[in-house]
């Protein structure tokens, strides 16, 4: 019986010494995937204490160790044919202005594969304008995010379907893992290449 879907090999990571050797080993899980489809895994924060991380291509996109992830909504945006990193941000949804997060959604081009991520909190300057432009890079739980929810998101941008890659964990007193956030969530996978 052989199973559908993506291979998924779960690694250690950072540099490693070993009998005198050097190595370093990549902080994303590796995902094999079938040809004309990227690779793809994103991790929420954890309370406001680890921050995201998002991996494509097997590759860190969005983290820690690239000094591109913070509070709020995490965005990476790629090119849905090469696959290639256009650009990414973090907007803080807490202490911010949910203005330049806008703004970055709004020049997002067609045929962009778009990857989000929360830390911290992700809603209270969240408006409709905003979910309404996340909206329709095919989230559907974007409506109902909220206070300390954690939420991961792939989409894109000229989507015409739903994202069947979305999670949402409420932040919920009487379960929450950590005090005052829920435990963090991830999600990983294989999406087509963008064909115009």
């Not at 994103?42 to 913070?70: D, M, T, Y």
């Not at 709020?72 to 911010?96: F, P, Q």
């Not at 997060?101 to 081009?109: P, Q, R, S």
Request: hydrophobic content about 40%; charged content about 20%.
């Amino acid at each position: 019986h052989k199973k559908s879907g993506p291979k998924h090999f779960v690694e250690s990571f950072y540099k490693y010494d070993l009998f005198g050797l050097s190595f370093a080993v990549s902080p994303c899980p590796t995902t094999i995937c079938p040809e004309n489809h990227f690779s793809f895994f994103i991790q929420s924060g954890a309370a406001n204490v680890v921050p995201p991380k998002i991996c494509f291509r097997n590759e860190l996109v969005l983290g820690v160790a690239k000094k591109n992830a913070g509070v709020g909504i995490n965005v990476a945006v790629l090119n849905g044919k090469t696959g290639e990193l256009l650009k990414s941000g973090h907007y803080d949804m807490w202490a911010g202005d949910v203005k330049p997060l806008i703004d970055f959604l709004k020049v997002i081009e067609k045929g962009s594969i778009v990857l989000m991520a929360s830390f911290d909190e992700p809603a209270t300057k969240l408006n409709e304008e905003a979910r309404k432009l996340i909206l329709d890079m095919g989230s559907s739980m974007i409506k109902t995010v909220g206070f300390r929810d954690n939420w991961i998101f792939v989409g894109g941008k000229g989507a015409n379907v739903q994202s069947t890659f979305e999670k949402q964990l409420k932040n919920d007193q009487g379960k929450n893992k950590y005090d005052g956030w829920p435990e963090l969530i991830d999600i990983s996978g294989c999406i087509p290449k963008y064909i115009a």
